[in-house]
């Protein structure tokens, strides 16, 4: 792990006065000292951190201080219950104020903010906007789980009337407002950005039977996975009648009496729409601990160790605005999802309440979203990301069906697996499909959470039955083709890779290649795998051959038959003509 998450040694800093026992915890018995324990913020880091701080320590002192209304609540589920998805309101808050009072005993302060903090004096000074006053707490420890803010582009227009960002219980009910409030011709969106909640946003909004539009400054939607694996999304949106604008920012928002009528794109492009939805990202909120001294990691975030202290071993912070140990690089960064916020506030917890708690496991990223009838999800590092970051990788691409093909309504999967050439470590994975990638995502996170190899995905007892999945997976199936590689086996070749001064050979049916023929090739010759053996003479042994199928398994079976029948150098196209035609769409 890098430096930065060790500031205070393993066992986080001095050891507090406070400890309620031993560290084996076998025999803890309650502390002699009334601890006071600031937390602020709440949704999922300062929450947990403040329920876990309660069940360590009964007698601790807890202040829970919330700048809005609503203490905690489940934001991840706010566009579905714009959509009608989730019908009540009331199942969004997680936790009351109320209950949290009555069942943790926490003294929690909703409508407060925290604007100072003072760590000599190690006072916190809060501003009520309730009362319009302030007033200093004094703290022993101190949670900050300040959270990160939407962005909001400084555009004109941005101001007007209908253009929204989705990031609080208020701002979903205002949203709710004037989906409800649009009727007739006017009923017409546009969403800023095509990420994880911009896509949430637009399936909602079509299912509230909005016309949308979805602009994405980058050239294709969701651009945390490798572009062709979401061509599928993209279809499904069109399908859907959504209309998708990539490769173009918004440049201004069009107005009319201070009402939105539109927006205007970098290429002078103009759309129509009455609503505008924000979907552009998050900027972590550091003001509180820029101020106080506190140091900040490489990617912008607040920088702790592995018990997420920060700089000061009396502050911790969570959530958001915290960097995480990316696994697969070892280095820190910000990942703003509720899964490690709630994982490092329950830490943080404990480690305040304690002095003790187990260390923050390393983050993968793992991501899913839905969109209409296609769920894409990824763990780890995609190709796109670790050439960026200068790591050497190979990719492997198999499409397969969710579960038995012969059992009804089996529906094709693409599983994509990077890995390191060398060592066969686990770097990442995305799968795309209409059902089974949340399974196969979430079977390789684990993996990966121990180091796992594609040796070790080859080798995983994964539940079979014909409505599940298959007794080869297709986990199973991209780990044998990385291994394959690594053995010398069958050499892959990229789905985009350029193939002028290749021999390319198709070895599917003729009924096939006429049906969907192999794109982004000036020539293919056709040999079928059952023909090819007597139909050696027709190619050029010395002559670098690139081998096709539908999706790769045909063509793995070729190349091994040219490979021992002298052909020089043999590739195999990974994912076949199928995954090729999703990058280049025609001829």
């Not at 079928?528 to 007597?534: H, K, Y």
Request: glycine share 10%.
């Amino acid at each position: 792990m890098p430096v930065n998450r060790d500031f205070h040694g393993p066992g986080g800093g001095r050891e507090a006065k406070f400890v309620l026992g031993p560290k084996n915890r076998k025999d803890e018995k309650m502390s002699e000292t009334r601890l006071r324990i600031v937390i602020v913020g709440g949704v999922a880091g300062g929450a947990s951190a403040a329920t876990r701080a309660r069940r360590c320590n009964e007698h601790a002192e807890i202040i829970l201080l919330e700048k809005d209304e609503y203490v905690s609540f489940a934001n991840c589920g706010m566009p579905y219950h714009i959509g009608g998805e989730i019908t009540e309101r009331s199942r969004l808050l997680v936790a009351t104020a109320q209950m949290l009072r009555k069942r943790f005993r926490l003294d929690v302060r909703e409508r407060t903010e925290a604007i100072r903090i003072d760590r000599a004096a190690k006072i916190v000074r809060v501003r009520s906007h309730a009362g319009e006053k302030e007033y200093d707490i004094p703290y022993d420890r101190l949670i900050l789980s300040p959270g990160a803010a939407p962005i909001v582009p400084r555009v004109e227009g941005v101001d007007a009337s209908g253009v929204y960002s989705l990031r609080s219980i208020a701002d979903m009910d205002r949203i709710c407002l004037a989906v409800g409030a649009t009727a007739g011709p006017s009923r017409r969106a546009i969403v800023i950005g095509a990420g994880y909640i911009g896509l949430e946003m637009v399936e909602q909004l079509v299912k509230r039977e909005f016309r949308v539009s979805l602009v994405e400054l980058q050239t294709q939607v969701l651009p945390q996975m490798d572009p062709e694996m979401v061509t599928t999304l993209t279809q499904q949106l069109k399908q859907a009648k959504v209309d998708v604008y990539c490769g173009s920012g918004l440049k201004r928002i069009l107005t009319q009496n201070g009402n939105t009528t539109g927006v205007e794109l970098d290429n002078g492009q103009q759309l129509e729409g009455s609503l505008v939805i924000l979907g552009m990202g998050v900027r972590p909120n550091t003001k509180l601990a820029q101020d106080a001294g506190l140091t900040m990691g490489k990617t912008g975030g607040i920088a702790t160790n592995a018990f997420q202290q920060t700089s000061d071993p009396e502050i911790y912070a969570v959530g958001d605005a915290v960097e995480y140990v990316f696994r697969p690089t070892g280095q820190s960064m910000r990942i703003a999802l509720a899964g490690p916020a709630n994982r490092a506030g329950r830490l943080a917890g404990e480690h305040a309440a304690l002095g003790h708690s187990s260390a923050m496991a390393p983050v993968l990223g793992t991501a899913i979203v839905r969109v209409f009838e296609q769920t894409a999800a990824m763990t780890g590092m995609t190709v796109k990301s670790a050439r960026f970051a200068g790591i050497v990788c190979r990719s492997v691409t198999v499409i397969a069906g969710q579960h038995a093909g012969y059992y009804p309504n089996a529906q094709p999967l693409t599983l994509k697996l990077v890995y390191c050439p060398t060592s066969g470590r686990v770097l990442g994975a995305q799968a795309v499909g209409q059902d089974g990638s949340d399974k196969r995502i979430d079977v390789i996170a684990t993996a990966m959470a121990f180091g796992a190899t594609v040796r070790d995905l080859a080798g995983l007892d994964l539940a079979y039955a014909p409505p599940f999945g298959s007794a080869k997976d297709p986990i199973h199936q991209a780990a044998f083709t990385a291994i394959n590689e690594m053995d010398g086996f069958g050499e892959m070749l990229d789905a985009d890779a350029d193939l002028s001064g290749w021999q390319v050979v198709d070895v599917r049916t003729s009924k096939e290649i006429s049906a969907t023929p192999l794109t982004g090739c000036a020539s293919v010759i056709a040999i079928p795998v059952d023909e090819l053996r007597d139909r050696l003479g027709e190619l050029n042994p010395e002559q670098p051959t690139v081998v096709s199928c539908g999706v790769g398994i045909r063509g793995h079976v070729a190349q091994r038959i040219l490979r021992q029948s002298g052909f020089r150098r043999v590739v195999n196209l990974t994912g076949g003509a199928t995954l090729r035609r999703r990058i280049f769409p025609e001829n």
